[in-house]
């Protein structure tokens, strides 16, 4: 039973997961808008949310370790994300003479689309729970 609510919210749960992660790195550009050298960093939504979907459907692949270290290439690596999303380097828009690619423009628009769609989410999980409790209470 337990298993058929876990895949019923499993969808909007990773969604929820990797918004969150892009926020941080959003936030991150932001933050290092003007340090030197900094490279503005982002992730492919929709492939980093169909590898974790494809990841989460099934055992089915996966290899056996006989350490937890093993094959463990996000630890520590600040390119993939902790679910293993690798993450991407905006190129340059304009140029910068201390090699900073932040473009505060792009940076705040994005960080509000990812603010709203992480919103969208909450709301989406929210009206599958109710539906979920007004089921479990027979539509009282």
């Known amino acids: 039973m337990i298993g058929k609510l876990d ?7 990773t969604a929820l ?9 959003l936030a ?10 900094y490279k503005a960093r ?13 990841k989460s459907a099934g055992p ?5 370790t006989t350490s937890p270290s093993h094959l463990n290439g996000a630890t520590g690596n600040p390119d993939i994300l902790p679910n293993g999303t690798p993450v991407q380097y905006r190129g340059q828009v304009q140029g910068a003479v201390d090699g ?13 689309d990812n603010a709203l ?20 209470q ?3």
């Open 42 to 54: 982002d992730i492919d939504f929709t492939a980093a949310l169909q590898g974790a979907m494809a």
């Open 17 to 25: 997961s990797l918004r969150s992660q892009r926020q941080q790195l």
């Open 7 to 13: 895949d019923y919210l499993r969808f909007n749960e």
């Open 28 to 37: 991150s550009n932001i933050a290092n808008a003007d340090t030197p050298g």
């Open 100 to 112: 900073n690619t932040v473009d505060m423009d792009v940076e705040r628009n994005q960080f509000a």
């Open 138 to 140: 027979g539509g009282q």
């Open 60 to 64: 089915a692949g996966t290899l056996k």
């Open 117 to 136: 769609r992480y919103e969208a989410g909450i709301t989406l999980i929210n009206s599958q729970i109710r539906g979920l409790m007004a089921a479990i």
